[in-house]
């Protein structure tokens, strides 16, 4: 079973940008894909990015297109999701989650297709 845990939230004013970083560990990272998910207060939760097993990047904010972008580093247990051009809607818990993939292709959006949790990180972006 993976363990995950976040990183690298914060304050940031809106057109600024942030690197979130997921650290694995308790199995091999490379066996994984990996969603990234948020939740604002009062809202549900929703799909950010998705990095196969084969190191591509799926963006699933209709918003987000260019502005999130996840990447991967298996020799340092680490995903990435890179946030450009944030803006006060991007406020909110983001999390990392992983699911073990034969496909080096596979990647989803929903939730609840994925095992492994982290605890969450606070980006608040704000002026």
Sequence with gaps: QLQLVESGG???????????????????????????????PGKEREGVACISVGGGSTSYLDFGKGRFYGSRDN?????????????????????????????RTWCSNAGSVFSSWGQGTQVIVSS
């Design 10 to 40: 914060g304050l940031v004013q809106p057109g600024g940008s942030l690197r979130l970083s997921c650290a694995a560990s308790g199995s091999t990272l490379g066996f994984y894909a990996i969603g990234w998910f948020r939740q604002a």
């Design 75 to 103: 020799a340092q247990r680490t995903v990435y999701l890179q946030m450009n051009n944030l803006s006060l809607e991007d406020t909110a818990t983001y999390y990392c989650a992983a699911r073990r993939q034969n496909s």
